[in-house]
């Protein structure tokens, strides 16, 4: 089926749009999966492999299902001052696949349910209850027209290292399916539970390990995996003080710091390596500690990226 651009109901630079759920597979205990379809999904996509690709869903607030027919960037504007609780609250996820093509183009999603994290977040809460006709927006990258939100650039990297918790084995499993079959390194995935372990498509060259905490303390087992990948005889770090914003890859820091004074050891062992590393504040706090302060990993070999942080809502 040929569509035109009139499938997308208005002309941002980026999609914005109602999409609804296609298919929930509640693929174990902490995630559940979600095909959302819309004819405007003709219009998806990104110059390259998705990798981490991150989009933006609004779930519905008490004014319903968000409209976005027609919005400009004023419209926009004036939606973001509203309540959330009103206007629907915004968070952030991962791209994990993409199925279909044309109008039946379908945006597949994990949503990590934080069973036992606190009280449920508006993420999580529409995740526990979603059913097939659910309506919800989503904000994504149009074909063609720069969007942001890959921040996996490993550039001439010949060792991967890829760590993270459940908000990160979307993006993990999606990276390990677009890598070439060439590429090496490892992938450490700590998940709430034993039966919360998936069956993911990497490069043989890439070893996969995954690190249920079974009740365990949580980041210990993904940290401790990490250090000892690396052969780094440090004790786990300390973290007293954790910033919910953590941000700091090759291009940005959230704290501000200079990138081009990264620290740069000539002929270090570690040379060669590009280390991702995302997910609970305090574990990417921890590791970034660790490689950046203690192992002197040089910043622009590293992207670390806190997801959410425990306790605190992310910001809609
Ligand atoms: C680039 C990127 C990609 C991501 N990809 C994914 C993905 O693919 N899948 C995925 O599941 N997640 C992903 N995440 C993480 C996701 O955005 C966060 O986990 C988000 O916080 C989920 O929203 P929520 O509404 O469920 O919880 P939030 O409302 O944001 O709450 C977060 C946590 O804080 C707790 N909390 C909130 N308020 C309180 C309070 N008052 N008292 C005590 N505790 C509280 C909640 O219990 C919850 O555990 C991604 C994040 C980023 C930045």
Do not use: C
């Not at 993409?98 to 809460?125: C, E, F, K, N, Q």
């Not at 490993?154 to 890829?162: F, I, N, T, V």
């Amino acid at each position: 089926m040929t569509v035109t651009s009139s499938a997308t109901s208005n002309d941002l630079p980026l999609l914005l749009e109602q999409v609804e759920v296609v298919l929930v597979d509640r693929l174990s205990p902490s995630f559940v999966r979600v095909e959302l379809g819309s004819p405007a999904l003709a219009e998806f996509g990104v110059d390259g492999p998705l990798y981490d690709q991150r989009i933006k869903l609004v779930f519905p607030g008490t004014d319903g299902v968000p409209h976005v027919a027609g919005v400009d960037e004023a419209a926009m504007a004036a939606w973001f001052e509203r309540p959330a609780e009103e206007r629907g609250h915004m968070r952030t996820y991962t791209v994990r696949d993409v199925r279909g093509s044309g109008a039946d183009t379908r945006l597949v999603v994990d949503i990590v349910l934080h069973v036992g994290d606190g009280p449920l977040g508006p993420g999580a809460a529409w995740a526990e209850q979603v059913s097939v006709g659910d309506r919800l927006v989503v904000m994504a990258p149009r074909r063609g027209v720069p969007f942001g939100g890959i921040e996996f650039v490993p550039g001439a990297a010949d060792r991967l290292l890829l760590a993270g918790d459940e908000t990160a084995v979307p993006a993990i499993a999606s990276i390990l399916a677009d890598l070439p079959v060439d590429a090496r390194g490892a992938a450490y995935l700590e998940v709430p539970l034993s039966a919360d372990v998936q069956t993911v498509r990497h490069p043989v060259g890439v070893t996969v390990t995954w690190l249920p905490r079974d009740g365990a303390e949580r980041g210990v087992a993904v940290t401790q995996a990490v250090l000892d990948h690396l052969g780094a005889p440090l004790d786990l770090p300390e973290v007293d003080e954790v910033d919910p914003d953590l941000w700091e890859t090759p291009t940005y820091s959230s704290s501000g710091e200079d990138i081009d004074e990264a620290v740069t050891v000539v002929g270090h062992d570690l040379d060669g390596l590009y280390a991702w590393i995302a997910g609970e504040s305090r574990l990417v706090t921890g590791l970034r500690r660790a490689l950046v302060k203690d192992l002197e990993v040089d910043r622009r070999q590293v992207a670390f990226m806190g997801y959410w942080r425990l306790g605190v809502a992310m910001k809609s």
